[in-house]
T-cell receptor
Framework: EAGVTQFPSHSVIEKGQTVTLRCDPI?????LYWYRRVMGKEIKFLLH????????ESGMPNNRFLAERTGGTYSTLKVQPAELEDSGVYFCASSPKWGDYEQYFGPGTRLTVT | QKEVEQDPGPLSVPEGAIVSLNCTYSNSAFQYFMWYRQYSRKGPELLMYTYSSGNKEDGRFTAQVDKSSKYISLFIRDSQPSDSATYLC????????????FGQGTRLTINP
C-alpha cells in the first residue's frame, strides 16, 4: 500500500509568487491534515479535512493560505502571495476514520521563499 | 509560552546505552500522548501512543506519562545506531482524528 505522497519535494520561489503544494493521502483515508515546520521551531497544525470538508482550520496563519480537497481525495495548499516567513517544511498526514488516532505522514515539501 | 517544551539537543550516546527523552507541557487538557520518530528527509512515524498517566512498553521502548507533573518520557534500552533520528513528542486533547501539538523534537545520535 502506497503511503502519503507529497509534491513537489522542494520548491524555491520568490517573494510575491504563488506556490501550490499537493498531497495524496493513503487511499480510503477520510482524514487529511496539513502541518508546517518553520526552521528551528516545532511542527504546527494548519488544518484538518474530513473528506472534502474543513473540520478545523484554526492553524491557518492568514488568508494568503488556501487549502482544498477535491472530491475528498487529494488536497492542495496554495500560498498566494508567498512571503519570506512562509519558508519551511509542509507536511501532510492522513488517517482512516474518526476513531483512529494514528496519523500517517508524508515526507514533506520543503518551501523556500527568497 | 509554548504548549509543549522539548529539548532539541542534539543528544549523542554510545551504542547500548539507555536513552531518556522527555517533554513537558502546560495544557492540562491533553489526554493522549505520542512519540514520533523522524529520519532525515522523511515524515514523522508513530512510535508509541499512550492515554492519560502510566507506562507503556513496546520492545526496547517505554513511554511514561505523569499528568500530575505534566511530564512525559520515552526510554530506549539497548540503543542501536539505527535509532539515530529526531524524536518528537506530540499530544492531543481528544481521541481520534484530532490535531496534534508537537514538541520541537530531540535529535538523537547513537554512536557505534
Amino acid at each position: 500500500e502506497a503511503g502519503v505522497t507529497q509534491f513537489p519535494s522542494h520548491s524555491v520561489i520568490e517573494k510575491g509568487q504563488t506556490v501550490t503544494l499537493r498531497c495524496d493521502p493513503i487511499s480510503g483515508h477520510d482524514n487529511l491534515y496539513w502541518y508546517r515546520r518553520v526552521m528551528g521551531k516545532e511542527i504546527k497544525f494548519l488544518l484538518h479535512f474530513v473528506k472534502e470538508s474543513k473540520q478545523d482550520e484554526s492553524g491557518m496563519p492568514n488568508n494568503r493560505f488556501l487549502a482544498e480537497r477535491t472530491g475528498g481525495t487529494y488536497s492542495t495548499l496554495k500560498v498566494q502571495p508567498a512571503e519570506l516567513e512562509d519558508s519551511g517544511v509542509y507536511f501532510c498526514a492522513s488517517s482512516p476514520k474518526w476513531g483512529d488516532y494514528e496519523q500517517y505522514f508524508g515526507p514533506g515539501t520543503r518551501l523556500t521563499v527568497t | 509560552q509554548k504548549e509543549v517544551e522539548q529539548d532539541p539537543g542534539p543528544l549523542s550516546v554510545p551504542e547500548g546505552a539507555i536513552v531518556s527523552l522527555n517533554c513537558t507541557y502546560s495544557n492540562s487538557a491533553f489526554q493522549y500522548f505520542m512519540w514520533y520518530r523522524q529520519y532525515s528527509r522523511k515524515g514523522p512515524e508513530l512510535l508509541m501512543y499512550t492515554y492519560s498517566s502510566g507506562n507503556k512498553e513496546d520492545g526496547r521502548f517505554t513511554a511514561q506519562v505523569d499528568k500530575s507533573s505534566k511530564y512525559i518520557s520515552l526510554f530506549i534500552r539497548d540503543s542501536q545506531p539505527s535509532d539515530s533520528a529526531t524524536y518528537l513528542c506530540a499530544m492531543s486533547v481528544r481521541q481520534g482524528a484530532q490535531k496534534l501539538v508537537f514538541g520541537q523534537g530531540t535529535r538523537l545520535t547513537i554512536n557505534p
